[in-house]
């Protein structure tokens, strides 16, 4: 099956620093990739959807200019936290599409802000 | 916006009970998907149901559409330890781009051997 990497699985950072975590698709092409973050015993929140090439798409809440996305290959999605802070502490879960309609997982991204 | 909501949270069973869990939508979807994630783990696509009143079966588990298409089911009969997890349901509005999915809030179940 598709497989999705993460890196990094966990990160503690400091408060006011940037950390960024890389979602990679392995053997399949991802037009669109997406990213979650999922509370402790809550579900996936949709953060934003991004397609090859373009912005990505934010989720109403979500600020684009803390959360900065780029999807600059078909394999490859970034996701920058800038000017972390405590209450950014999550887990972040990548997901990737390549056409059909299944989405793969990544591993997810245990984000720490002390 | 869309609400997708999912019953019960939390379900504990003995090894071969059966379980469902059950998945309501503020809106009609246009298909719903079910993901299973471990502890620890992540999601993990079951499978995608799409026409009105649709049943699949794998194995032990069954999924059903409602026919409306805003609610929807899993059920697991003879559940064994392998099973736990957290069962998701996700569905896709008609008309949302991307493939995008607005998730239920999950199903935890445990399995007491």
């Known amino acids: 099956g598709a497989v999705v990497s993460q890196h990094p699985s966990r990160v503690i950072c400091k408060s006011g620093t940037s950390v960024k975590i890389e979602c990679r698709s392995l053997?399949?092409?991802?037009?669109?990739m997406f990213w979650y973050r999922q509370f402790p015993k809550q579900s996936l929140m949709l953060m934003a959807t991004?397609?090859?090439?373009?912005?990505?798409?934010?989720e109403q809440g979500v600020e684009k200019d803390k959360f900065l996305i780029n999807h600059a290959s078909l394999t490859l999605s970034t996701l920058t936290v800038t000017s972390a802070h405590p209450e950014d502490s999550s887990f972040y879960i990548c997901?990737?599409?390549?056409?059909?309609?299944?989405?793969?997982f990544g591993p997810g991204t245990r984000l720490t802000v002390t | 916006g869309q609400q997708v909501m999912q019953i019960p949270q939390y379900q504990h069973v003995q090894e071969g009970e059966d379980f469902t869990t059950y998945c309501n939508s503020s809106?009609?979807?246009?298909?719903i998907q079910w993901y299973k994630q471990r502890p620890g783990g992540h999601p993990v696509f079951l499978i995608q149901?799409?026409?009105?009143?649709e049943v699949k079966k794998q194995k032990r588990l069954t999924f059903q559409f409602g026919e409306a298409k805003k609610n929807s089911s899993l059920h697991i009969t003879a559940t064994q330890t392998t099973d736990v997890g957290t069962y998701f349901c996700?569905?896709?509005?008609?008309?949302?781009?991307?493939?995008?999915?607005?998730f239920g809030k999950g199903t935890k179940l445990s399995v007491i051997p």
């Open positions: 997901s990737a599409s390549g056409g059909s309609y299944e989405q793969y």
């Open positions: 053997d399949f092409q991802a037009t669109t």
């Open positions: 991004s397609n090859e090439g373009s912005k990505a798409t934010y």
């Open positions: 809106t009609t979807l246009s298909n």
């Open positions: 149901l799409v026409k009105s009143g």
């Open positions: 996700a569905g896709r509005a008609p008309g949302a781009g991307s493939y995008q999915l607005t």
